[in-house]
């Protein structure tokens, strides 16, 4: 069983930069791959990014790619996406799961586990 705290959305404005963090309980945090989804009201959780259990290899989706980076320290069991230039179809839920193994999965239903989320709203 893994347990996932999701910590650090709130508002910001169009342009500006957040943190996410997502600490994840376990011994084995070194052996999961690691996500960031996102889910707005009426839509399916979205892919966002992922990172090897190594951290060693990163995923992003399009709509991402050289505003966000994902990353994680096994030390402290946590995951992190740091989030620039942030704009406002970026507003989501943001979601962090888990999956053993080292395949970067970008499908809802290849995550296991599921944090509660966190809030991200960014005003134009």
């Known amino acids: 069983q893994v347990q996932l705290v999701e910590s650090g959305g709130g508002l910001v404005q169009a342009g500006g930069s957040l943190r996410l963090s997502c600490a994840a309980s376990?011994?084995?945090?070194?052996?999961?791959?690691m996500s960031w989804f996102r889910q707005t009201p009426g839509k399916e959780r979205e892919f966002v990014a992922a990172?090897?259990?190594?951290?060693?290899?990163?995923g992003y989706a399009d709509s991402v790619k050289g505003r966000f980076t994902i990353s994680r320290d096994n030390a402290k069991n946590t995951v992190y996406l740091q989030m620039n230039s942030l704009k406002p179809e970026d507003t989501a839920v943001y979601y962090c799961?888990?999956?053993?193994?080292?395949?970067?999965?970008?499908?809802?239903?290849?995550?296991?586990?599921w944090g509660q989320g966190t809030q991200v709203t960014v005003s134009s």
């Open positions: 376990g011994r084995t945090f070194g052996s999961y791959v």
């Open positions: 799961g888990v999956r053993y193994g080292s395949v970067l999965g970008r499908r809802n239903d290849e995550y296991g586990y």
């Open positions: 990172i090897s259990p190594s951290g060693g290899n990163t």
